[in-house]
Structures are given as C-alpha cells and as structure tokens.
C-alpha cells in the first residue's frame, strides 16, 4: 500500500474513532471540581448530577452506534467471536431481577453496551492503523497531564486536594490524575519503540516526563508503583530477541498475575495477618492500607452473604441500602466484582483474561512490539485492581482499554486465519 493511499484510508476512516475521542477526554478532563471531596457513593453516581458527562458519553454512544451499524456484517462477525463477553452483558442485563434497584442495573447496563460500541467501532480503525493507538492516546492524556500542571501550579489554591496537597489538576481526583498519568507513560513509551518520526519520538520524551512529574504531584502510590513497572519492562521486553517471545511472556504473565492474585486473596481472607506497619509507612499508606483493609473484610462478608450470584450490578446501592454506608467501592477490582456479580461473574472474567492471553500469544507472531505494549497495560490493569477497582465498572477507562485490546486481538486473529491483509506494512525489526 502506498503512502498517498494510507494517508487517503486514514482520513476517510478517522471518523470512526471520534467516540474513542470523546471518551478519554471525558475521562481525563472535568469541568466540575471537588468530586473528591463527595463520599464514596456520591463518588460513583456522580456523572448523574453532571449534565456535560451526560452529554459526552451520550453523543459517543450514539456515534459509535451508528458507525457501527454503517458496518453490520463485520459487526456481527466480532460479536460472534466475543461469545463468552456477550454472555457476560447479558448476565449483567439479568442482574435486574435480583437487584433492588433494576433501574440502576439498567443504566448501567447501557454503559457496558456503550462501552463496547466505542470498542468496536475504535477496532475498525486501528486494526489498519496500530500505531496512531498510540499515538492518538499519549497525546490525548498528554493534553490533560499538561493541563493539569498548569492549572495546579498557578492556581494552587483550586487544585490541590486538601489535606495533603495532592494536585488533581483538571481531573477529578488526585487517584484519576494518577491513573492519566500512568496511561500517558504506557501510551508514549511504547509509542517510542514504534514510531519512524522523530518529532514524534521527541515529543513523546517530552509527554513522559510532564506525566512523571504529574504523577509526583498527585501523590497516587497506585500508579507510581505501576508506572515505574511500565518505565521498567517496556525497554525491557522491547529488546527481547530469542525464538518464541511468546513462551516468556505466557511466564511473566502467570507468575506477575499469580503472585498478586495470591497475596490479595490472602489480605482479603485474613487482613490481621498483614501488619507490618514499616512497609505501609514507606509507600505512604498507613498499616491498615488507608482503612482498606477494613473495608476488603466488610467486603468479604458481604460476599459471603450472596456468593453465588452476588448483590447485582446496580452500582452498589443493594449494598448501601443493607449496610447504611456510603460506599462507591472496595478498592479492590476482584472484591468489587465478586460482590456485585458473585462467583458467576468471575468466572466470565477469568475466562476473559486467559483467552486475552491466548490471543496476545497468537499475536505476538505477527507484531511483536505491539504485543509487547497490549502485554504491560493488560498485566499493569490486573494488578492496579489489588486496590483499587477498574475491571469490569461501566464508566472506567482501564475497563474500556482492557474491552479494547480484547475485541482488537479477536478481530485480528479472526482476519488472518480468513486471510486479510490490511494492516499498514510498518518495519517491526526481528
């Protein structure tokens, strides 16, 4: 393909990544500040009271609804192959008749749905494009990270998240600034190892070290941690030259998600028996993981209550109604689940990842360093869910990245097993 005809087929497509827009803007810009001063269960019904989230999400859902249908057959051709995610939406449409809020369910439920819509219209373009993904994101969150810098630094008094000081900038929490960072880090430095521009590649240098020094400013320990991990093993396994990339990769997965799995199932089933207050101390958190712990028990109770098919996914107002407390969630991604959904729901999830992994396996043949990149967010969304809870929430971005590379990774295994070839001809090296 020729370079006047990719930049034609560009053009022509970008249409279909206008909701993908839409959705990391409204993710990392607010225009209503102190959100993080509301409780936990105003926290995560929020986007109610704010008309300008409504109407974002509203007008993304609706495009990408409609550039979905524009394309039917490959629609339909992606649903089929997503059998077990399909189930899982229909599974949490059916949460309604155990819930005592099934509006609730409802509305979140259409979330999920529009959700997906922007995964598979976002699909339709950067299967061709792989690249601008990348591009397209560091730049994006770039935006808010450098708006958020500004912001905090001449005005201070607005944007500091009393009272530790931690800048949130034009974000809605100091957590959410933390978390943009950590996707500006991942998406420019894997962006470094595959762009051929160098004003790409300099300004991606540029973005890392404004987001580095957001993330300081933020004071969010989740995402320093994660983002050292990124900063770490993207150069890493970008190196890599051996015979089946796939093999070491398949082991990092297992052993990184292994042990993390262990150790949070282990603080959940006995939180008294993790004490070392020194620890918590150094990573700025007190011995109780910041009242976590406490709250992972409560929890684990909750749980116990409704194991098998769980409280629904009403945004956990069954639970607020029981216990009378303002919870918005369980800083803890599995936990959340677990509770809203029961066993069934991880179960779904469970299969999810393995065949994620399955997929990324298969894909590493083809595109290794765009494997690579899909590998660390993938590992980095896993872990980032020990305390905090992203995986499988409607409105969360790390959920849509991980609905994202899922339906990606499908659709382009599905392509080369019927043949196509319409991937962009970039030199991956060996």
Request: aromatic fraction near 16%; hydrophobic fraction near 50%.
């Amino acid at each position: 393909m020729t370079t006047d005809l990719r930049k034609e087929r560009a053009a022509h497509g970008i249409i279909y990544i206008i909701p993908f827009f839409l959705l990391v803007l409204n993710s990392a810009i607010t225009l209503q500040h102190g959100h993080s001063h509301l409780s936990w269960a105003e926290a995560e019904i929020a986007f109610i009271r704010d008309p300008t989230t409504l109407i974002v999400l509203g007008s993304a859902y609706l495009i990408a609804l409609i550039l979905v249908l524009r394309k039917i057959r490959q629609t339909l051709q992606i649903v089929r192959s997503q059998l077990v995610y399909c189930l899982f939406l229909l599974y949490i449409a059916l949460s309604m008749f155990w819930s005592a809020f099934p509006i609730k369910v409802f509305i979140t439920w259409g979330h999920y749905a529009g959700y997906t819509l922007i995964a598979i219209s976002s699909v339709y373009y950067y299967t061709n494009f792989p690249r601008k993904f990348f591009y397209h994101l560091g730049f994006l969150t770039g935006v808010s990270v450098a708006g958020s810098i500004i912001v905090s630094l001449l005005f201070p008094n607005w944007t500091m998240f009393d009272p530790n000081g931690r800048w949130y900038g034009i974000t809605s929490n100091p957590n959410t600034l933390g978390l943009i960072c950590l996707l500006s880090i991942w998406a420019n430095i894997v962006s470094l190892y595959i762009t051929e521009s160098k004003i790409i590649f300099l300004s991606n240098i540029c973005l890392i070290v404004l987001a580095i020094l957001a993330l300081v400013g933020s004071g969010s320990v989740t995402s320093i941690i994660l983002s050292v991990f990124v900063l770490s093993c993207v150069p890493i396994f970008m190196r890599i030259h051996i015979n089946h990339p796939a093999t070491r990769i398949l082991k990092l997965f297992f052993i990184v998600c292994g042990t993390a799995l262990a150790f949070s199932v282990y603080l959940l089933i006995h939180p008294e028996g993790y004490n070392t207050s020194t620890i918590f101390h150094d990573l700025g958190r007190d011995s109780t993981f910041s009242g976590r712990l406490r709250l992972w028990q409560d929890g684990w109770n909750l749980f116990m209550d409704k194991p098998c098919l769980g409280w629904s996914f009403d945004a956990l107002l069954s639970v607020v109604a029981k216990t009378k407390s303002n919870i918005g969630q369980f800083h803890n991604g599995y936990l959340h689940l677990i509770i809203r959904g029961g066993i069934v729901s991880m179960i779904f999830i469970l299969f999810m990842i393995v065949d994620l992994f399955l997929c990324l396996r298969s894909f590493a043949h083809y595109q290794f360093k765009i494997s690579i990149g899909f590998l660390i967010i993938v590992i980095a969304i896993l872990a980032h869910n020990i305390t905090e809870a992203s995986i499988a929430r409607s409105t969360h971005i790390f959920w849509f990245l991980f609905v994202f590379v899922y339906f990606y990774l499908k659709n382009f295994l599905y392509n080369q097993r019927k043949g196509f070839k319409k991937i962009e001809n970039y030199k991956w090296g060996k």
